[in-house]
């Protein structure tokens, strides 16, 4: 292991998770690096958190890296009975291998055994494979600790809590031009887009309007700083995420772009389990003068 590369705690309320951006960017090379900064992140963390959703009363098969045999395996080190989880902070860093980067996980795991809800804590590395633009191969995870005993005061973090972050991260990242999201890239040719830029309106089928969109955001890259989620009272199959996102970039004429963007993804869970994507609403707002720094959320 080299060193540090980047380094967040992720807060899991309802607003999501946050991570630390790299300084304040204007030239093309500090463009390309914010997008391949945030465009990996938001990849790798997507699939993070689809491992750790598929821990909690996981009805559908979810394949990691080499194959879902790999799943199989490691989660004979887990608890049966899995009821939350709740990730206590993760450290990204990079590896002496050029295009590897590590999640150091801590996660404090509540499960059922007999008739009592029992803890556990645990110290994990995720280990990826990563190119430019590419989807992040989950190659390996070993574990360093795992506690008993350990106490959580805080409920929510079930496994409704990790599928709209693994959609949230993995929608940002394809944005962001990432390729191989298949949560994302199987529902795309079905979802209707509608955008909003002060008085520039347009909507239609997402590949166009995304495509459009680019004429405001050409290159760049996307930083979760909000997510709430809001379910049908009357429709318990139907979820809304709500997204406050920061972008920054340039536009097709090479001026820097600072962009506070609110956005509406509207599910609907199948008779089957899975989340289909309906219609994606994104409304530009004023920017935040001061820009975001250190750890929010």
């Not at 060193?3 to 309802?14: A, E």
């Not at 607003?15 to 992140?41: D, H, K």
């Not at 409704?160 to 929608?171: D, G, P, Q």
Request: some cysteine; overall charge negative.
């Amino acid at each position: 292991m080299k060193h540090i590369f980047y380094s967040f705690i992720i807060i899991m309320f309802l607003e999501g998770v946050a991570f630390a951006a790299p300084a304040n960017s204007t030239s093309v090379s500090e463009t390309m690096q914010r997008q391949a900064y945030t465009s990996t992140m938001n990849a790798m963390a997507s699939q993070l958190m689809a491992w750790y959703g598929s821990l909690i009363d996981a009805p559908e098969k979810i394949v990691f890296g080499q194959g879902f045999q790999q799943w199989v395996d490691y989660r004979k080190h887990y608890p049966i009975e899995i009821k939350q989880i709740e990730l206590i902070k993760a450290d990204w860093v990079t590896t002496d291998g050029p295009v590897q980067y590590q999640f150091h996980v801590d996660a404090l795991i509540s499960y059922q055994q007999g008739e009592q809800i029992k803890t556990q804590s645990v110290q994990e590395i995720f280990l990826f494979q990563t190119e430019f633009l590419v989807k992040p191969a989950l190659i390996d995870v070993t574990r360093n600790k795992a506690e008993k005993g350990a106490k959580s005061s805080h409920t929510g973090f079930d496994r409704m809590h990790y599928k709209v972050r693994t959609i949230a991260y993995a929608w940002l990242a394809y944005m962001d031009g990432v390729q191989g999201l298949e949560v994302i890239e199987k529902q795309i040719k079905q979802v209707d887009y509608a955008f909003a830029i002060g008085d520039n309106k347009e909507q239609g089928e997402l590949i166009e309007i995304i495509a459009n969109r680019g004429s405001y955001l050409a290159q760049g890259g996307s930083i979760l700083r909000t997510l709430d989620v809001q379910q049908d009272e009357h429709h318990s199959d139907q979820i809304t995420l709500n997204l406050i996102i920061e972008w920054k970039g340039i536009n097709q004429a090479g001026k820097p772009v600072l962009a506070k963007i609110h956005q509406e993804i509207e599910c609907q869970i199948q008779a089957n389990g899975e989340w289909k994507i309906n219609f994606i609403k994104e409304k530009h707002l004023l920017p935040d003068i001061a820009p975001w720094s250190g750890l929010l959320c």
